[in-house]
T-cell receptor, first 113, second 113 residues
Framework: EADIYQTPRYLVIGTGKKITLECSQT?????MYWYQQDPGMELHLIHY???????EKGDLSSESTVSRIRTEHFPLTLESARPSHTSQYLC????????????FGSGTRLTVV | AQSVSQHNHHVILSEAASLELGCNYS??????LFWYVQYPGQHLQLLLK??????LVKGIKGFEAEFIKSKFSFNLRKPSVQWSDTAEYFC???????????FGTGTKLQVIP
C-alpha cells in the first residue's frame, strides 16, 4: 500500500480556475516529484524537489508551480487552468540514494472544460 | 540525455504463456534500471531494479529482468503469466550520479484466461 497520498483523485474544473493538487508522503523522503502521464506517452517530469525550500522545473515545460515548505508536502498549483492541462498528474517520492526507486501516489485525473 | 524505448505498446497473451517485454535505453555511462507496473485502477509500483552486481535480477510475483550492457537492454521476463498480470509495464533509467529518472512509454499487457 502506498504511503504517498494525492488528492483529489478526480477533478473537473472550468477554464481559468486556479487549482492546487495535493501530495503528501509519510516516509520522510527528501526527494519528491511531479509527473504528467498521458495514454501511450512516457511519463514527463514537470517538477522535482530534493528537500525543503528546494524546487526545480523538470523536462516538460509546465505552467504549474510547486512549493516545498515541509518535507512531507509537495503541492502543485495551476494559476489558470486550460483544456491543454487535462491529464493525469502523478506525485512520487524517493529516498536520498538514487537506486532506491520511486514510490508513487494514485494520481489526480484532471479535466479542464 | 538519456532515453528509454519500449517497442511493444500492447501485448496480448494467453495464461501460462511466457512473457518478454523489451526495453532499450540510450546512455553511454553507468545506469540504474527499473521496471514499474501499474495494475488497472492502481498506482505505479516498483517491480524490480538493477544498479550493480548480478545482471539477472528477480522481482516480485515471479518477474525477472536481465541487464545486457552491450545491448543497452533490460528486458522483463516471466515464464508463465497469469490473468492477474494484466497491467501496464514501464521501464525506467537514471544515469548513475543523476537523480532524474526517465520513463519509457509503457507496454500494456493483456492476459486472456
Amino acid at each position: 500500500e502506498a504511503d504517498i497520498y494525492q488528492t483529489p483523485r478526480y477533478l473537473v474544473i472550468g477554464t481559468g480556475k486556479k487549482i492546487t493538487l495535493e501530495c503528501s508522503q509519510t516516509m520522510g523522503h527528501d526527494k519528491m516529484y511531479w509527473y504528467q502521464q498521458d495514454p501511450g506517452m512516457e511519463l514527463h517530469l514537470i517538477h522535482y524537489s530534493y528537500g525543503v525550500n528546494s524546487t526545480e522545473k523538470g523536462d516538460l515545460s509546465s505552467e504549474s508551480t510547486v512549493s516545498r515548505i515541509r518535507t512531507e508536502h509537495f503541492p502543485l498549483t495551476l494559476e489558470s487552468a486550460r483544456p491543454s492541462h487535462t491529464s493525469q498528474y502523478l506525485c512520487a517520492s524517493s529516498a536520498m540514494t538514487e537506486n532506491d526507486g520511486y514510490t508513487f501516489g494514485s494520481g489526480t485525473r484532471l479535466t479542464v472544460v | 540525455a538519456q532515453s528509454v524505448s519500449q517497442h511493444n505498446h500492447h501485448v496480448i497473451l494467453s495464461e501460462a504463456a511466457s512473457l518478454e517485454l523489451g526495453c532499450n535505453y540510450s546512455y553511454g555511462g553507468t545506469v540504474n534500471l527499473f521496471w514499474y507496473v501499474q495494475y488497472p485502477g492502481q498506482h505505479l509500483q516498483l517491480l524490480l531494479k538493477y544498479f550493480s552486481g548480478d545482471p539477472l535480477v528477480k522481482g516480485i510475483k515471479g518477474f525477472e529482468a536481465e541487464f545486457i550492457k552491450s545491448k543497452f537492454s533490460f528486458n522483463l521476463r516471466k515464464p508463465s503469466v497469469q490473468w492477474s498480470d494484466t497491467a501496464e509495464y514501464f521501464c525506467a533509467v537514471n544515469a548513475r550520479g543523476y537523480q532524474k529518472v526517465t520513463f519509457g512509454t509503457g507496454t500494456k499487457l493483456q492476459v486472456i484466461p
